[in-house]
């Protein structure tokens, strides 16, 4: 079993639609929790980080984390075409002095016109 | 303030062969880290450089090596290709302190294919 899991996808929504992107994990070390977005061929662009259960918003964008459960969710408002792309969940945890990230596969997102 | 660069960002080698990439990292990163991304997958995690030393490691074998610079730049070393190295190679850098969230901001990435 994977350390973190995310749906594939592909996710495909309509232009205006709510979008709502989920992983769940396994180990309870995990510290921070992270959205990254990367558009095809290009690296990944840090979209939202959070540390405790909870609701973190940053304009159509809400980063939501239930340590509880092991589930964090992205929800995307009023999607846009330019927000088509792979969502990567990320999860960091502390090796010794210093720390790495633990990455979902990725779900890809379709906002149609 | 640059970001983190990569070069090359295509390369082709054939197996058994070695390869360099490198980086530089965001001004005022100390920090920089490598990740290995397979088609359809999440990147992983190579290994981390700080003050010039590698403080941690994933999963990946003693043919994947490193170094760091003391301007904080950063080169990835394969030896001995495989087809499985096939992956985009991705850099990341951040600021190590104690209260920092570690925030990792990446580059474009160099995309390495062995045949």
């Known amino acids: 079993q994977k350390e973190v899991e995310q749906d594939p996808g592909p996710l495909s929504v309509p232009e205006g639609a709510i979008v709502s992107l989920n992983c769940t994990y396994s180990?309870?070390?995990?510290?921070?929790f992270m959205w990254y977005r990367q558009y095809s061929r290009k690296g990944p662009e840090l979209l939202m980080y959070?540390?405790?259960?909870g609701n973190k918003e940053d304009g159509r964008f809400t980063a939501q984390v239930d340590k509880s459960s092991k589930y964090i969710s992205l929800f995307i408002r009023d999607s846009q075409p330019s927000d088509s792309a792979t969502y990567l969940c990320?999860?960091?945890?502390?090796?010794?002095?210093?720390?790495?990230?633990?990455f979902g596969s990725g779900t890809r997102l379709l906002v149609r016109p | 303030e640059t970001g983190v660069t990569q070069s090359p960002t295509h390369l082709i080698k054939t197996r058994g062969q070695q390869v360099t990439l490198r980086c530089s990292s965001q001004?005022?990163?100390?920090?920089v880290s490598w990740y290995q991304q397979a088609l359809g997958q999440g990147p992983q995690f190579i290994f981390q450089?700080?003050?010039?030393?590698?403080?941690g490691r994933g999963n990946f074998p003693p043919r994947f090596s490193g170094l760091q610079f003391p301007n904080y730049s950063s080169e990835l070393n394969v030896n001995a290709l495989e087809l499985d190295d096939s992956a985009l190679y991705l850099c990341?850098?951040?600021?190590?302190?104690?209260?920092?969230?570690?925030?990792?901001?990446f580059g474009e990435g160099s995309r390495l294919t062995v045949l």
């Open positions: 450089y700080y003050r010039e030393e590698e403080n």
């Open positions: 001004s005022g990163h100390n920090t």
């Open positions: 990341a850098s951040s600021r190590l302190v104690p209260s920092n969230t570690g925030e990792l901001f």
């Open positions: 180990n309870s070390a995990f510290q921070y």
């Open positions: 990320a999860m960091r945890v502390m090796m010794d002095s210093s720390y790495k990230l633990i």
């Open positions: 959070t540390y405790s259960s």
